[in-house]
């Protein structure tokens, strides 16, 4: 048996977060997903554990606490600042990766819509080693094909 991986995302698109939820439990029992709709709630939940994430999947485009915002706070914070955070936005723009990369994020995904390439994005992701991978211009971004 795996070891039980707990993923938060967070997103303001409950259909989103709902793809998401039925994606990952299509990959297995050992992962536990906590979902958020808003920035507040994230950081919330990530200074009052349990869970603890293993890793938290970021939406950018949310009203009020941008994921800008969120990522800003995380990695100005001692507690959080190695946390695997995936950006994980409808966004392709060179900027919006630029300035995730800038500020900190670990990865940047471009939303899936087919279920399939979602999966194998998700797989993908949480079988990067966390503890060795060196974010740069050329591995930052995952290209989905």
């Not at 997903?33 to 919330?44: D, M, S």
Request: charged share 25%.
């Amino acid at each position: 048996m795996k070891n039980e991986i707990t993923i938060f995302y967070t997103d303001d698109d409950i259909e989103d977060l709902e793809f998401f939820t039925e994606v990952t439990n299509a990959l297995g029992d050992h992962l536990n997903i906590v979902t958020q709709n808003n920035g507040k709630k994230l950081l919330y939940d990530l200074e009052n554990p349990p869970p603890n994430p293993h890793i938290v999947f970021l939406d950018l485009n949310m009203p009020g606490f941008s994921g800008f915002d969120v990522l800003q706070q995380l990695r100005n914070s001692e507690s959080f600042k190695n946390l695997p955070i995936v950006i994980f936005s409808t966004s392709s723009d060179e900027k919006n990766i630029a300035k995730s990369r800038e500020l900190g994020a670990s990865f940047y995904i471009t939303k899936p819509t087919d279920f399939s390439l979602f999966k194998k994005t998700i797989q993908y992701t949480l079988n990067i080693n966390w503890d060795t991978f060196k974010p740069n211009k050329e591995n930052f971004v995952y290209i989905n094909n």
